[in-house]
Protein backbone atom coordinates (compact mmCIF):
# COMPACT_ATOMS: atom_id res chain seq x y z
CA UNK A 1 0.00 0.00 0.00
CA UNK A 2 1.01 3.39 -1.09
CA UNK A 3 1.43 6.49 1.45
CA UNK A 4 -1.09 8.76 1.24
CA UNK A 5 -0.09 12.58 1.84
CA UNK A 6 -2.09 15.37 1.63
CA UNK A 7 -1.37 18.91 2.64
CA UNK A 8 -3.97 21.15 4.85
CA UNK A 9 -4.70 24.31 5.76
CA UNK A 10 -5.75 24.77 9.82
CA UNK A 11 -8.77 27.11 9.30
CA UNK A 12 -9.33 30.40 12.15
CA UNK A 13 -10.60 27.54 14.55
CA UNK A 14 -7.50 25.53 14.44
CA UNK A 15 -9.05 22.96 12.47
CA UNK A 16 -8.20 20.88 9.53
CA UNK A 17 -10.68 19.12 7.13
CA UNK A 18 -9.88 15.53 5.94
CA UNK A 19 -10.51 14.61 1.81
CA UNK A 20 -12.47 12.12 1.16
CA UNK A 21 -10.00 10.34 -0.16
CA UNK A 22 -7.88 9.89 2.59
CA UNK A 23 -11.73 8.52 4.75
CA UNK A 24 -11.63 6.34 2.49
CA UNK A 25 -8.29 5.05 2.47
CA UNK A 26 -8.34 4.86 6.56
CA UNK A 27 -11.78 3.69 7.07
CA UNK A 28 -12.20 6.64 9.22
CA UNK A 29 -15.69 8.44 9.58
CA UNK A 30 -17.45 10.88 11.30
CA UNK A 31 -17.21 11.12 15.01
CA UNK A 32 -14.45 8.67 15.78
CA UNK A 33 -11.64 8.95 17.99
CA UNK A 34 -8.00 10.26 16.86
CA UNK A 35 -5.41 10.24 19.07
CA UNK A 36 -2.85 12.96 18.19
CA UNK A 37 0.92 12.35 19.62
CA UNK A 38 3.89 15.28 18.50
CA UNK A 39 6.84 14.03 17.98
CA UNK A 40 9.49 16.82 19.01
CA UNK A 41 12.27 15.12 17.74
CA UNK A 42 10.88 15.38 14.31
CA UNK A 43 8.68 17.84 14.31
CA UNK A 44 5.85 15.40 13.40
CA UNK A 45 2.64 14.70 14.19
CA UNK A 46 0.77 11.19 14.07
CA UNK A 47 -3.01 10.59 14.33
CA UNK A 48 -4.19 7.05 15.17
CA UNK A 49 -7.75 5.76 15.56
CA UNK A 50 -8.52 5.83 19.34
CA UNK A 51 -12.05 4.40 19.23
CA UNK A 52 -14.85 4.48 16.22
CA UNK A 53 -18.07 6.21 16.62
CA UNK A 54 -20.51 3.25 17.45
CA UNK A 55 -23.38 5.27 16.41
CA UNK A 56 -26.62 7.28 17.37
CA UNK A 57 -28.24 5.92 20.49
CA UNK A 58 -31.46 5.83 21.01
CA UNK A 59 -33.79 8.31 22.87
CA UNK A 60 -35.63 5.73 25.63
CA UNK A 61 -33.10 2.60 26.00
CA UNK A 62 -30.10 4.11 25.11
CA UNK A 63 -28.77 1.29 22.43
CA UNK A 64 -26.53 2.11 20.61
CA UNK A 65 -26.24 1.70 16.66
CA UNK A 66 -29.41 2.61 15.88
CA UNK A 67 -30.30 2.57 12.30
CA UNK A 68 -33.64 4.46 12.77
CA UNK A 69 -34.13 8.24 12.27
CA UNK A 70 -37.93 9.02 13.23
CA UNK A 71 -38.37 13.00 12.67
CA UNK A 72 -34.50 13.37 13.44
CA UNK A 73 -34.50 11.62 16.20
CA UNK A 74 -33.00 8.24 16.68
CA UNK A 75 -35.30 5.33 17.55
CA UNK A 76 -34.34 1.77 18.10
CA UNK A 77 -36.57 -0.94 16.17
CA UNK A 78 -37.94 -2.32 19.38
CA UNK A 79 -38.58 1.08 21.03
CA UNK A 80 -40.59 2.38 17.98
CA UNK A 81 -42.80 -0.74 17.91
CA UNK A 82 -43.80 -0.03 21.75
CA UNK A 83 -44.85 3.25 20.64
CA UNK A 84 -46.92 2.15 17.71
CA UNK A 85 -48.54 0.04 20.30
CA UNK A 86 -49.41 3.23 22.53
ZN1 LIG B 1 -34.73 1.92 22.05
Not at 32 to 45: C, F, I, P
Amino acid sequence: MENLSVVRTIDEKCRIDFPLEFMTTTGWSKFDKLLMTYNEQDETVTLKLSGKYPGPKCVFCKKVRTKMLLHGISICENCLQKAEKL
